[in-house]
């Protein structure tokens, strides 16, 4: 018993002398984390005591059409509260406004390009939703219907009612479906396109619509699996890129005007005009110069409407026939300066296909009078004058080869490796570091989804990625029953959008400093990775966040990805904006910098009297 009493004694002093060690240790730990000298010392502090991200609310991502009263227990609030815009505001495009666009000049449609507003008059309120406005329709039953509240608008109802662009019907507007080339409907003009271009098997994936109306083309598209890009001007066709939105159908406000298109080159399988009202063979072929820069080699260029069918519709155009002769053989002498092969006309359509390389076209090569775009500035577009140039394709070794890389047809090029990547025409990127792209963003959604599992199923349409990189957060979501406008912002090191389209997705250049160029109330969901980090010092934090406020739609979603410190002030600004917010941790653990916000815009609408 002696032995047995001593053995005891013994354990029992070591044990006091293990546990004394263990709180001495960690003790002097947490003395050294805060001391400055430890690996996420003040970050762990600002993260446990200012959000307290370990423990995340029940946000609600559901539509419900009222104020959601969430908890929000984010430090001390130091910004004023943002208050409602006038009810005049309703609609506001800050780069688009109408009255500011009537002071520039009209040649070359440059009054309806971008002009933003300088500081002294940008806005600092938040824009209204109309009464009445309610959450749009689920996909595809929104590709026919869009609430008349949303978009209390009927002017094309009349304008356009012979074309069957938009009927209205009661508390709703019909969306039959048909356009100004083809009032009985896209999908028989979509399989007269088909019975020409190859669109049923994924080798046309993105397409370009130029002055698209309603959008009721890349509508309808979007069930041969093609996705386009559509864009209109905002002008006396009031809201038709805003309907298109509303849809569901991507679109941004634009023209084809004096400045070159947002994208860079070679990267659409197909652009289209129909009745566009553009100009083609006026300013030396300029704009059929530009959609050669943007069309991929091989692609096509559909034309429908004036001249094309001149000798069947020219009484109905009210134009002469010798007019009407006289500008499609301009058109025809540009696209073969251009080396386009006219590849149909039939029905008032008209096909063209591009080259696969400059080898291909010896004219080309040695005509003195085609002048060159400079090839070191192919990606240099934003507020860049368009340029009667034609741009070089990359070199190749033979004629059959296709310059920059062929492409896998979709859905396969969406994870191939893009031939910009294994060409090395991306500085900075390799084979394997975009694989790595890859598998780190599908790590990140299936974080995402534990925290908002409506994600991909359905309830956000429109998505926007406002630093999207290498495509990879649009490609690990890729759904028919969404789709993602991936933003690569102008002042990001890497232009990658151009491994964005060879994926098989779409997006544009944009300065965050500025108004996007859509209307209110237009995306479900926002994702802004590392947006704020890359802006800190170019331009607020404000701007970018009522920027994003305007485009949002009541009860949409924000994802942030960012630094805490980042973070914790960009959080201060939402709550501010009547967003409710939580921060959580990285997926890697709270000892990661990275953070993640999450928010929720809540839903109102325009006061009687607003403020």
């Not at 960690?26 to 446990?48: C, E, K, P, T």
């Not at 409602?84 to 009054?111: G, L, S, V």
């Not at 501010?576 to 999450?598: C, N, S, Y």
């Amino acid at each position: 018993m002696a032995r047995s009493s001593t053995e005891s004694r013994t354990r029992t002093t070591v044990s006091v002398v293990v546990l004394f060690g263990l709180c001495s240790f960690f003790y002097l730990l947490g003395v050294w984390q805060r001391s400055g000298f430890g690996r996420g010392d003040s970050i762990a502090a600002v993260v446990n005591e200012q959000t307290k991200c370990v423990v995340l609310p029940n946000l609600n991502f559901e539509t419900h059409h009222s104020a959601s009263d969430l908890p929000n227990d984010t430090g001390s609030t130091e910004v004023k509260t943002f208050e409602p815009c006038d009810a005049q505001y309703t609609d506001y495009t800050p780069c688009e406004e109408q009255k500011r666009a009537m002071t520039f000049p009209r040649d070359n449609m440059i009054y309806r390009e971008r002009h933003c507003p300088p500081e002294k008059e940008k806005l600092y309120c938040l824009v209204p939703a109309p009464k009445g406005y309610a959450a749009p329709f689920h996909w595809p039953k929104s590709r026919d219907y869009v609430h008349y509240a949303n978009i209390p608008h009927k002017s094309l109802t009349v304008e356009k009612a012979i074309q069957n662009w938009v009927h209205y019907e009661g508390k709703v507007f019909r969306f039959p479906g048909g356009g100004t080339q083809f009032p009985q409907g896209a999908d028989k003009y979509i399989d007269h396109l088909a019975s020409v271009i190859p669109i049923a098997n994924g080798k046309v994936r993105t397409a370009l619509d130029t002055g698209c109306g309603v959008a009721s083309l890349g509508a309808y598209l979007l069930k041969k699996n093609v996705l386009t890009m559509s864009f209109a001007p905002r002008d006396n066709h009031e809201a038709q890129v805003q309907f298109a939105l509303e849809r569901g159908v991507p679109a941004y406000i634009g023209v084809l005007g004096s400045m070159k298109l947002s994208f860079p080159s070679r990267v659409f399988d197909m652009a289209h005009c129909s009745r566009c009202l553009i100009p083609w063979s006026g300013n030396d072929g300029m704009y059929m110069m530009e959609v050669d820069r943007v069309l991929r080699p091989g692609g096509y260029w559909v034309l429908s409407g004036p001249p094309i069918g001149w000798k069947i519709h020219y009484k109905g155009w009210q134009r002469t026939k010798d007019d009407l002769q006289s500008e499609q053989r301009r058109i025809e002498q540009v696209a073969e300066l251009l080396c386009w092969n006219k590849i149909s006309e039939k029905d008032g359509i008209a096909i063209w296909r591009k080259r696969i390389n400059d080898k291909s076209c010896p004219m080309k090569q040695e005509n003195p009078k085609v002048d060159k775009c400079e090839l070191a500035y192919d990606n240099d577009v934003w507020y860049k004058k368009m340029e009667v140039c034609v741009t070089p394709l990359p070199d190749v070794k033979t004629m059959t080869e296709v310059a920059g890389g062929q492409l896998e047809p979709f859905p396969q090029r969406l994870n191939a490796v893009p031939p910009r990547i294994t060409h090395g025409f991306v500085p900075g990127f390799s084979v394997q570091s975009y694989q790595d792209d890859n598998k780190l963003w599908q790590k990140h959604i299936n974080a995402y989804k534990k925290i908002n599992n409506l994600l991909d199923t359905g309830r956000y349409r429109n998505i926007m990625d406002m630093n999207s990189g290498l495509g990879s957060f649009a490609a690990a979501l890729e759904s028919t029953k969404l789709w993602v406008m991936n933003v690569v912002p102008t002042i990001a090191d890497t232009s990658t959008l151009g491994v964005i389209y060879e994926r098989g997705l779409i997006g544009m250049y944009h300065d965050w400093c500025e108004g996007f160029s859509t209307y209110p109330r237009t995306y479900d969901l926002i994702h802004a990775n590392a947006v704020f980090s890359l802006y800190e010092n170019k331009c607020k934090f404000e701007d970018i966040l009522l920027e994003m406020d305007r485009i949002l739609r009541p009860e949409g979603a924000v994802i942030i990805r960012d630094k805490v410190d980042v973070l914790v002030k960009v959080e201060k600004i939402a709550n501010a904006m009547r967003w409710q917010t939580r921060l959580t941790d990285h997926e890697g653990g709270p000892h990661v910098p990275e953070k993640i916000l999450f928010a929720v815009k809540q839903y109102w609408v325009v006061e009687s009297k607003s403020s």
